[in-house]
């Protein structure tokens, strides 16, 4: 099975960065996924990592260390569209008997912008 | 463009009254998921599908049942909803193969049960 933890909140001013941790545990890995979710509506695709270390795209990079099943998600230059969920997600591994890489997602952390 | 689609985006029902939910893609993935998301928790998985191979969450009450007669379609049914069952219920799809494929999501169905 899969433990995946993240903090509930974090509070940031607009134009400030942000990092939200995430950390997991699971039998099988085959990528940390990150999504946005605003309140209501589905979850949107941020950005993922397989291998370790940081992706960057645009505002938003993502960090993986594997051996340590540890991530972040680090929004830069706050906008107040930004105020929204985030989930973490794990992705299994193919082709096991109960997973066709199926993924398992955090609690989700909710920011909030501040002017 | 591409997408997935659930349908309808809002549902209301009567306790043990039985409901189906719809979701539809034009991406061409194999993999198709229905999550079920209560307020502030996790997408909790139901069901996922590679192609028409069925596999079923352990945790997944057998008032859920699942059906994806093609490529394009899958549908969840409740066969008698409770008063807990009230949530958003999301569709996802993914491609499982080449490469590394994130999870697409459809806007989802809100669902209440009266």
């Known amino acids: 099975g899969q433990n995946i933890d993240q903090p509930t909140e974090m509070t940031a001013t607009e134009g400030a960065i942000v990092q939200i941790n995430c950390t997991y545990q699971t039998s099988g890995f085959n990528g940390l996924f990150w999504y946005q979710q605003h309140a209501g509506e589905a979850p949107t695709f941020l950005s993922y990592?397989?291998?370790?270390g940081l992706e960057e795209k645009g505002r938003f990079s993502s960090f993986l260390s594997r051996s340590k099943g540890y991530s972040y998600l680090l929004l830069k230059e706050l906008q107040m569209k930004d105020s929204a969920s985030y989930l973490c997600?794990?992705?299994?591994?193919?082709?096991?008997?109960?997973?066709?890489?199926?993924?398992?997602f955090g609690a989700g952390t909710q920011v909030v912008v501040t002017p | 463009d591409a997408m997935v689609i659930q349908n309808p985006r809002y549902q209301v029902t009567q306790f043990g009254k039985p409901v189906t939910l719809s979701c539809s893609q034009t991406l061409n993935h194999n993999v198709m998921y229905w999550y079920q998301q209560k307020s502030s928790q996790a997408p909790k998985l139901l069901f996922h599908y590679y192609d028409k191979d069925f596999n079923n969450e352990a945790d997944t009450p057998d008032n859920f049942q699942s059906r994806r007669p093609n490529t394009s379609f899958c549908f969840l049914d409740i066969r008698s909803p409770g008063l807990g069952d009230t949530a958003m219920y999301l569709c996802a799809t993914s491609r499982l193969g080449q490469g590394v494929s994130e999870a697409f999501f459809g806007q989802g169905t809100r669902l209440t049960v009266v």
């Open positions: 990592n397989v291998l370790d």
């Open positions: 997600a794990v992705r299994g591994l193919f082709m096991t008997t109960d997973s066709w890489g199926k993924f398992q």
